[in-house]
Structures are given as C-alpha cells and as structure tokens.
C-alpha cells in the first residue's frame, strides 16, 4: 500500500511537471509571436485541449498501477495534484515573465483593458473609466494573478478528474457482483 502511495505521488509529479511545462511553452510561443496582449482564441483551446490529456493520462496511469481499478477520490486527489503542481509552476514562470523579462506587463495590460473599455463603452464618464482602472489595477497584481491562476487550476483539475474519473472509476465491488 505504501508502495502505491509513493508511485501515486509520483505520477502527480511527472505529470504536473509535464503539464506546467508545456504551459510555459505555450506561453513563450505566444510572446515569440508577439502576441502577449493579444492571443489567438486558439491558444485557449489548444491549453484546454492539454490540459485534459495529461489529467486523463495520468489518472489511467494511476489506474494501471492499481491493477485496473480506480475510485473516484484517487482520480480527484490525482487531477488535482497534477493541477496544483503545474499552476504551481505556471505561477512561478508568470513572475519570472513580469518581473524579467516582461517587466511592463501589467502597465501595457493596464493600457490595453483602458483601450478596450473606451472602445467598448464610448459614453464612460472619466469618473467611471478611473473607478474602473482602479478596479483592474487591484485585479492584475502579481499577488491576485497568482492566486487566481493556482485557484483556476486547481478548479480546471477538479472538473476534468471528477469527469474522468466518473467514465475510468472501476473498484472490486463491481468485479464480485457481477
């Protein structure tokens, strides 16, 4: 039991690194591209897209080492350990990104939500533009990013693992009462 405890944890760690890796990648694309501010909607749904393989694949890693069986709660403890150990990661690169090599990230992004709520709400009294700048300035720190960044992680690992685990879930119950 221990053994599978510790190969447990292990699958959480390779493939939490594997997912926050390709993270990054995906992020430094983006910047290669000079499209920080600006990214295609593809590049969500190409994140999405890896984020779901390498949750799933690793909970059926989990599942072969226990010989073809797996409960909900191991899938849910495996997803979201992957899930914190690579927004654990992300978090890291993100204050590497604004603090080295992007160090006007969130003064450019300032600038740019600006454009966009003029563009979007052309009426805005200056009073309401400078209320709502003040409200996104508190919102895009690296303090709030960080923690809404581990926190959409986490809550991404969790809605995959329990869908995951829902259709790969398999205990010795339903094996004897066949």
Do not use: C
Not at 10 to 25: Q, S
Not at 96 to 119: A, H, V, W
Request: aromatic letters at 8%.
């Amino acid at each position: 039991m221990e053994n599978q405890k510790t190969s447990s944890k292990k699958i959480m760690l390779n493939y939490g690194l594997i997912l926050g890796f390709a993270g990054i990648f995906i992020n430094v694309a983006v910047f290669a591209m000079g499209q920080t501010y600006n990214p295609h909607w593809a590049v969500g749904v190409i994140g999405i897209i890896v984020t779901i393989a390498i949750i799933v694949l690793g909970i059926k890693k989990v599942k072969e080492q226990n010989e073809g069986f797996l409960t909900l709660g191991e899938a849910l403890k495996t997803g979201l350990g992957i899930a914190l150990i690579s927004g654990l990661i992300g978090t890291v690169y993100t204050l590497i990104f604004t603090n080295f090599i992007e160090p006007e990230y969130y003064t450019r992004l300032l600038e740019i939500q600006q454009q966009k709520i003029l563009e979007t709400y052309p009426n805005f009294t200056d009073e309401q533009l400078e209320t709502s700048m003040e409200m996104t300035k508190k919102m895009t720190g690296p303090v709030i990013t960080s923690a809404v960044a581990i926190i959409g992680s986490l809550f991404i690992g969790f809605i995959i693992s329990l869908i995951g685990g829902l259709i790969m879930k398999k205990s010795n119950e339903e094996i004897t009462s066949i």
